[in-house]
Structures are given as C-alpha cells and as structure tokens.
C-alpha cells in the first residue's frame, strides 16, 4: 500500500513539473532584436468620442540571441513614433505574441543577431 502512496505522488510530482515548465515556456518572452523600418499601417482609434490616439504598426525580422529569425509586428500608441534605423529589443511570447520593447543600443545585442542584423 504504501509503495502505491508513493507512485501516486511520484506522478502527480511530474505532471505538475511538466505543466509548469509548458505554462512557463508559453508565457515567458524570448528576446528578439530589430531594427525599426517603415511604418506599415496606421489608424486612429477614438475613445468615445473624447480623444483621439494614433496607431501605428510597424512589422519587422527579429532575431534571437542565436541568430533564429522571427517576423515581428509592434504597434505603438498615443502618437508615438519609432525612429527608422534603431535598433529594439523585442519581448515576444507564444500566449501573448509581442508583450513588450525597448530601444537598445547595436553593441548591446549578443553576436548571432549583430551579424544578421547588418
């Protein structure tokens, strides 16, 4: 009896395992580095009637720290712009697709995506 005990806790301890690491690997980001081209769409959302914001959509190829590439698309908000040449780090997920970005420096992307990126 108590050797089943123990082969129950033993698979409920590797389900929760592999299900933690799956939740984790679909959530957590992976950092993709681009650089910012054109603006590929635009629009104006209205918020009921009071102000009006700006959308702007621009698509791009990130690459990971290994060199792997992956076609982004980043929209801002509330008119603001992304300036054409600079370099992003994009934060993307498999849940929520891009969840975040930030303008980096060309020396601080590692070396696989420097060389895809020039």
Known sequence: ???KKKWVWIIVAVVVLI?????Y???HGVAYYARVGNVASQRTDKNAGKTANQVRTYRMVGYN???AA?????????SQRLAKGHYLKVTWSAAKGVKSYE???FNQIPQAAQQKLD
Do not use: D, E, I, P
Request: charged share 15%; net charge positive.
């Open 1 to 3: 009896m108590l050797m």
């Open 19 to 23: 299900g933690g690491a799956l939740a």
């Open 25 to 27: 690997q679909k959530y």
């Open 65 to 67: 720290k290994q060199g």
């Open 70 to 78: 992956k076609h982004l698309s980043v929209q801002t908000f509330n």
């Open 103 to 105: 303008r980096v420096a």
